[in-house]
């Protein structure tokens, strides 16, 4: 079985949050074709826009074979059920974390579940603020480029909140 989360993170300063960057930043997809995935167990595929280039060629990076603690960096967490798995979730990690998991749901053969979050982060010198929207599947045979675009979620939890 093969455990594949797709995270989209975009980031932006004040100087995105009104047209025309915002535009272009709100027009990133949800999901995006798995591009690069090298057989794994497990693996978690990062892609990142940032303002600083005008929301184009994103980072792409990919971590393979993950333990439980590298998983809960990213407020996630999984725990098998036979042939499924359920999905557990500790948090945006954008804010404080939940002081236990809750289980989201059951992840079956071919499905994915989508989380999305954001909230304001600080860097050196300004305030910042970052969405990402986790894509979460769990299939049996490595998984087709279309993964993520060629169906909707299973379920999406939406814990967006307004961002001053």
């Known amino acids: 079985m ?19 960057q915002s535009a272009t930043r709100n027009s990133i997809p949800e999901s995006l074709p798995i591009i690069g995935y090298s057989p794994a167990d497990n ?43 359920n999905l557990g979730y500790w948090g945006s990690p954008f804010r404080v974390s939940r002081q236990s998991v809750k289980i989201l749901g059951t992840l079956k053969h071919n499905s994915y579940f989508r989380i999305c979050t954001n909230g304001r982060i600080a860097w050196e010198d300004t305030w910042a603020y970052r969405k990402a929207v986790y894509n979460i599947a769990y299939t049996k045979h490595i998984p087709a480029s279309d993964l993520f675009t060629k169906r909707e979620p299973k379920e999406e939890i939406n814990e967006l909140v307004k961002l001053y």
């Open 2 to 20: 093969h455990l594949v989360v797709q995270i989209i993170t975009v980031e932006w300063t004040k100087k995105s949050r009104g047209a025309p």
């Open 43 to 85: 693996a978690i595929q990062t892609i990142t826009f940032t303002e600083f280039n005008s929301f184009k060629s994103p980072r792409n990076i990919w971590r393979n074979d993950l333990n439980d603690s590298q998983f809960r960096e990213h407020g996630l967490s999984f725990e098998k059920d036979g042939a499924d798995l």
